[in-house]
């Protein structure tokens, strides 16, 4: 098992483009979440899905969007880039069945010039 | 969400024990204490839960206090690959982690 893809890994923006981070599971988890941690700081929560079809917004959802049509694919969009944006992204999953540890992906560090 | 505080920083001497705190006085009654770990550059990972009991895997165990307004991770041996940042996260959901600074441990050779 793979577990949690991210990418693009590293990726550079200007202010205004938009673009879409993708995350894969293949562990058949029913949840999956989007953080960003920012130099120095804990991760924050923008958005979770708890499954196909549902999504709600965490700590800081302003300026993304996310959707889950399948349940392994849970992709983050990024609708007109900021510098306030600047981050690394992770994605995560879990599910009750193993007793709802978040299993995180690699990572995304993204720069917003 | 319970509020949580633990220290900034601890240190310690390669192949000694840790303790690492935290406080979590506002925990309602159905939240597990989860911890993970996040080691430089890479994701957060999963160290160890529980809810009442003390608990223990391979990695550490966890002490609870009785009135579960504080907790203790227990890293037994630290090693150089235990330098991390420790965050300790009060939640009943699978689903919303919330993240506070965490503790950075730093081991000493």
């Known amino acids: 098992n793979a577990g949690v893809t991210q990418t693009p890994k590293f990726q550079v923006l200007k202010t205004g483009q938009s673009m879409t981070l993708q995350c894969a599971q293949d562990m058949n988890h029913e949840y999956m979440s989007w953080y960003r941690q920012d130099p120095g700081m804990g991760l924050r929560l923008i958005h979770y899905s708890v499954g196909a079809g549902i999504t709600d917004q965490g700590e800081v959802p302003n300026g993304y969007n996310v959707s889950r049509s399948t349940t392994e694919d849970f992709p983050l969009r990024l609708l007109s880039a900021a510098p306030s944006q600047t981050s690394v992204y992770f994605c995560a999953s879990s599910s009750p069945s193993v007793g709802e540890k978040l299993f995180f992906g690699s990572g995304t560090q993204l720069s917003v010039l | 969400d319970a509020k949580t505080t633990q220290p900034n920083s601890m240190e310690s001497n390669e192949e000694e024990p840790v303790h690492l705190p935290c406080n979590h006085s506002?925990?309602?009654?159905?939240?597990?204490i989860h911890w993970y770990r996040q080691l430089p550059s890479q994701g957060p990972e999963y160290v160890i839960h529980g809810l009442t009991s003390n608990v223990n895997n391979r990695m550490a165990s966890l002490a609870i206090a009785e009135d579960r307004k504080s907790s203790t991770l227990i890293l037994h041996r630290a090693t150089l690959r235990d330098a991390a940042v420790y965050y300790c996260?009060?939640?009943?959901?699978?689903?919303?982690?919330?993240f506070g600074t965490g503790t950075s441990l730093t081991v000493i050779p």
């Open positions: 996260i009060p939640t009943n959901t699978g689903n919303q982690f919330y």
């Open positions: 506002t925990i309602s009654g159905t939240d597990y």
